[in-house]
């Protein structure tokens, strides 16, 4: 029979990761039946993490900034995570598979912003390599970038598709210019948005160093803190299709509403 396996996030009402759920308060629905949950985990488990960091001629002022953020993410990744890093300018080939602190340090301390930007296409690239080198099941993406994109290939809804079949989260850290003058940055906001909400993620806007630094450790708290739930359906076609996911949490009357982060669809391949 076939496993499906969901990575879940429980906010509360001030967005504050919720733990100590039990499996009986979670609900899932499979193309609107409820399904029982056979598989149900709690622990943090390793990952597989790629850090997209934009580093094009856009972001000069903003560059310390991203790059801080993306060292901390890099310090507080477990000793069995599977990371990456890469390099988003006007090419998609500054990929790096850091074994230690140093080996970020050694790129990351240099570096210069330039070139124009290829975010959708590093995006892409980043979420496609995910899916055939992730040692882990659990996927995630921090994007680190003002938005801007002005020369990628990919169209939007060809980069969600993808974001979808691969089950990469995506989390967004905004570092756009409020007062800029660039059309692609001014645009790039919703577009950054809607790539994290589409795999279940969630995008922030970091305007000075408190709230990246806030932003940085809110991402690290929902990868370390996800709960991960397995059901097989009693009825799955292979037929090419997708089918819609809905993930609840049962309160007891009165009891305040828990927001639930996971993916809404998954895809069935043709036998």
């Not at 094009?56 to 801080?68: D, R, V, W």
């Not at 901390?72 to 998609?92: E, H, Q, V, Y």
Request: proline letters at 4%; a neutral charge.
């Amino acid at each position: 029979m076939d496993l499906v396996l969901i990575n879940v996030t429980v906010l509360d009402c001030a967005q504050k990761v919720m733990t100590g759920l039990r499996k009986e308060e979670f609900q899932i629905l499979d193309n609107r039946k409820e399904q029982p949950i056979r598989y149900f985990l709690t622990e943090d488990m390793p990952i597989s993490l790629t850090v997209v960091l934009d580093a094009s001629g856009s972001m000069e002022a903003k560059l310390p900034k991203a790059i801080q953020a993306a060292m901390r993410l890099f310090a507080l990744a477990s000793p069995n995570d599977d990371c990456w890093l890469m390099l988003a300018r006007d090419t998609t080939g500054n990929y790096i598979v850091p074994k230690d602190l140093a080996d970020v340090h050694s790129v990351l301390d240099p570096l210069k912003s330039k070139g124009y930007t290829a975010l959708r296409d590093s995006i892409y690239l980043a979420a496609n390599d995910l899916q055939k080198r992730a040692q882990y099941s659990r996927k995630a993406m921090v994007v680190i970038s003002d938005g801007g994109d002005n020369c990628s290939r990919y169209p939007e809804e060809e980069l969600r598709r993808l974001l979808v079949e691969t089950d990469v989260q995506v989390y967004a850290v905004d570092l756009h210019n409020p007062f800029s003058c660039l059309s692609e940055e001014r645009s790039g906001l919703a577009s950054l948005e809607g790539f994290a909400k589409v795999p279940g993620g969630h995008m922030y806007t970091a305007m000075d160093r408190a709230a990246l630094l806030s932003s940085i450790e809110n991402i690290n708290l929902k990868l370390r803190n996800q709960y991960v739930l397995g059901y097989m359906p009693d009825t799955l076609d292979h037929n090419g299709k997708w089918r819609k996911v809905k993930i609840t949490v049962r309160r007891a009357a009165g009891m305040p509403k828990l927001h639930v982060t996971a993916r809404r669809s998954y895809y069935v391949p043709v036998d």
